[in-house]
Nanobody
Framework: QVQLVESGGGLVQAGGSLRLSCAAS????????MGWFRQAPGKERELVAA????????YYADSVKGRFTISRDNTKITVYLQMNSLKPEDTAVYYC??????????????WGQGTQVTVSS
């Protein structure tokens, strides 16, 4: 069982930066693939970035490549999403999720409650 708590969301102007954090509980955190999803009003939830258990493999949606960076610290059982050059279209609720699969594109098993990110133009 893994519990996830996101933090770091907020209001930022276009071009600005935010860093989201996801604190996890559970002794098996280091074995999970971790992902960040987002859902904007009226849109489907999408996978933004993911990272394998070792941190050696990452995935990014095309819309955030070169702007967002996902990382994890297994000693602190925390995963991060550094978001730079933010755009108004990045506005969404961002969710942290954990998957027992080694593939970042498979089903995710545990979810956080979400944190709001709003980018003003």
């Amino acid at each position: 069982q893994v519990q996830l708590v996101e933090s770091g969301g907020g209001l930022v102007q276009a071009g600005g930066s935010l860093r989201l954090s996801c604190a996890a509980s559970g002794r098996t955190f280091s074995t999970y693939t971790m992902g960040w999803f987002r859902q904007a009003p009226g849109k489907e939830r999408e996978l933004v970035a993911a990272i394998t258990w070792s941190g050696g493999g990452t995935y990014y949606a095309d819309s955030v490549k070169g702007r967002f960076t996902i990382s994890r610290d297994n000693t602190k059982i925390t995963v991060y999403l550094q978001m730079n050059s933010l755009k108004p279209e990045d506005t969404a609720v961002y969710y942290c999720a954990a998957s027992m699969s080694r593939s970042p594109l498979d089903k995710y098993d545990y979810w956080g409650q979400g944190t709001q990110v709003t980018v003003s133009s």
